[in-house]
């Protein structure tokens, strides 16, 4: 079972085969099932971009997408999620995507479910299409990871974002520092890299990731003022100015504007932050691809297809 | 104009022949319309299960489903569900799947609309895909209604399943019996069977079906609590050792664990409870066929359009 | 790049294309794109017609439509309205269908975005689809608009209808007047047509076309009973008979039914209430073909395709 539940359990050479599938798609490479597969987004968090993306992703695949409301399912009649998944699997679906805001909300199921699971986002742990698609964009960029230094800058203790990256990138080869209000640093990440002073984390890398502030899981003590936090641990103007020629800007976005990053930098040369999205697309198709190909079957570069199906 | 409104408006040669074609679908058989097709999904009451399972049927049937949120509807601005159907039928839908929570709330659309209707339930009254479904995996198990005693147990009064399944079993010569708290026994199902004390009940009957209890529908007073319940009436691991060799147990789900039924035995030997819901699919798939064959046509096996459009 | 924002930004050449398209349409014209192509609906606003319309109207042109569901989306986390079309925008969404409640939202997004943007309303202002709709129903009708007279009737303030109507009729040759509560008459809207009253509108019109009271616009001093209202500006049975032979009446729905008009009034002979939804879908296919067709290509007719792919 292929399952995509974090990005630790991917070997390098999965992760490798999997943004070699992505570029693949990228550059105009297709790949059907075999026969009408479905697929069920499961989002019980609000998301636009990952659940937007895991939709268009499935539907360059030619998956029957079934639609599922959290606010209209029987969760709100109590039903665990296991029994919900278990449901979905009884009545045909071949595949879920599942963004939940328990911290490992799938140990319950794995093993237990017959249907490959994609992690698309759980609690404050793993997010593993954005740390795939956040590699994408740093190898396109690249082309190496040897070498290249990635600052992780924000709000790293409730980011699934900074684990599932700081975790692959060091085994990829790259250097990782983590930088922002300090009190934020979580030890437990120690083992990927130090901790690094705005400035200079922000003049010496080749990525400046920035993470999003995520205000609806900060306590009121913890947090920091817009304006004050932009100043001390943002991408001001003045700080751009100072980047390594060729570093990038990156965010999983959403953005706060002027708060991680001065509104007027969010679409400047340096940025990569709506390619990121792009990019999210092509990886969602590689990990569903895997996720299907293995059980399911299917076709790839399926032109003819196309031409007559969808091109005609 | 072929509705799906209620099971006791089926006559049995009718109940038949969609169990007939659910059973085709089952093995493999396939149904088209010979053109594009539209349907919408009215969903005023929460559910995973029988949302999902008529979204999958659809699609097998290569359907349009168009999406209609209930929350995001002109329901709000005070809309008539009368005038909200005439509207789905004027943009071009062909048929509509209604879960409401008012009884008979078809009673205004019937003979004003011109569309069929399939009743995905509508309060405490029908719902008779449930009732298919059921009947499916029983006529699936012992080939034969005669002489199969089905014991009904639970939360009778409040139940759609309660009164569809007896009314139906009992036409096609199956025997019914009804258990749980004695209160909840509405005296107007006597004609389809009597009450019988729970341990009798289980022990004897080939078919143990047990009902969900409806939190959402009790008054304060009225309410066991859970405990209470599982060793009054549950389903209990003592009391599934007593049960016939070959009975089996039913659950429309979603499943109260450990209150209907003991939650290690929802996916035991006996249980069909994941398989009612498989078989849910394929009745749906027939309920549409025979709501859409009459008025827009189609086609049977389509093999040939399946393997290039589906299969490749 | 051909957005959809205003009726007024069209030309009366525009229009007449646009509407010529619709009958086409009508006529079993077809057209699809040549790759596959991705649509959003965001609808800030609750809508059953003009999202179910626009829905159908996508599906007929063979389009994927992605979910959008604003209260589910990153909207909630602050998101604005730019970045989230900017988000679409790099996930491969071809076109985007707006109802937003702000007046001229798409003020800040033109420009900036380069994806088409298909106006289904914004605040009190425009709703092209709808007066495009009403212009085809009105044309079918009378075959030109040189000489009709059409009275506009009711909460014409808040109208998003009213205005997109009333600057189209007349730039097309039709004569408008304006009736319903005096003290709802805009002064800017005295250039398209004079105020009337009611009785006299009613009597001398060939199309009485009534708005909706927007209850969720009205502060409480303005409110008029229903019953007061229904008697001094409402279609009562008695003001119907009084209309001019092969007069119409028209609504854009969704009606309060006994209030604008006599509920027995809604589907009787003059009325085209359910015939402009109808069309509604016709004229939204016109326009998405009219936004996509420059940029994605497509091919019209495409009756073998359709034959082999929909109609088997």
Same mark, same amino acid.
């Given at each position: 079972m292929k399952h995509l539940l974090t990005t630790s359990e991917l070997s390098i050479s999965e992760i490798e085969q999997i943004l070699s599938e992505a570029r693949g798609f990228k550059a105009g490479e297709s790949w059907l099932p075999h026969n009408q597969t479905f697929v069920a987004n499961l989002f019980f968090e609000p998301s636009t971009r990952t659940k937007c993306s895991f939709e268009v992703a499935e539907r360059k695949l030619g998956l029957e997408v079934i639609p599922f409301e959290v606010a209209t399912s029987s969760v709100l009649?109590?039903?665990?999620? @296991?029994?919900?998944i278990r449901t979905l699997e009884s009545v045909g679906v071949?595949? *879920? *995507?599942? !963004?939940?805001?328990?911290? $490992? @909300?799938?140990? %319950?199921?794995?093993?237990?479910? $017959?249907? +490959?699971?994609? $992690?698309? /986002?759980d609690g404050c742990g793993h997010h593993p299409t954005q740390s795939l698609l956040d590699l994408m964009t740093i190898q396109e960029e690249f082309e190496t990871f040897q070498g290249i230094k990635v600052a992780i800058i924000g709000?790293? !203790?409730?980011?699934? *974002?900074?684990?599932? $990256?700081?975790?692959?990138? #060091? !085994?990829?080869?790259? %250097? #990782?520092?983590?930088? /922002? +209000?300090? %009190?934020?640093?979580? %030890?437990?990440? !120690?083992?990927?890299?130090h901790y690094e002073n705005i400035d200079t984390a922000i003049e010496t890398s080749? #990525? #400046?990731m920035l993470l999003r502030i995520q205000h609806e899981r900060h306590s009121d003590s913890d947090k920091h003022t817009a304006e004050e936090y932009h100043r001390q641990y943002g991408l001001t103007i003045d700080r751009e100015k100072k980047m390594k020629p060729n570093s990038i800007i990156m965010h999983p976005a959403p953005v706060n504007r002027d708060v991680e990053i001065d509104g007027r930098l969010v679409e400047c040369e340096r940025s990569r932050i709506f390619k990121q999205m792009e990019n999210g697309v092509y990886v969602r198709m590689a990990v569903l691809k895997r996720a299907l190909d293995q059980y399911q079957g299917g076709v790839n570069n399926v032109n003819d297809y196309q031409k007559r199906l969808l091109a005609y």
């Open positions: 009649k109590g039903e665990t999620l @296991y029994d919900t071949n595949a *879920v *995507v599942i !963004r939940h805001n328990i911290d $490992n @909300y799938f140990d %319950e199921l794995v093993g237990k479910t $017959n249907i +490959p699971i994609l $992690n698309a /986002g709000d790293i !203790r409730h980011s699934r *974002v900074a684990r599932s $990256n700081a975790d692959a990138l #060091v !085994r990829l080869g790259a %250097e #990782v520092v983590f930088s /922002g +209000p300090q %009190e934020w640093f979580d %030890e437990s990440m !120690r083992q990927n890299g080749d #990525v #400046v």
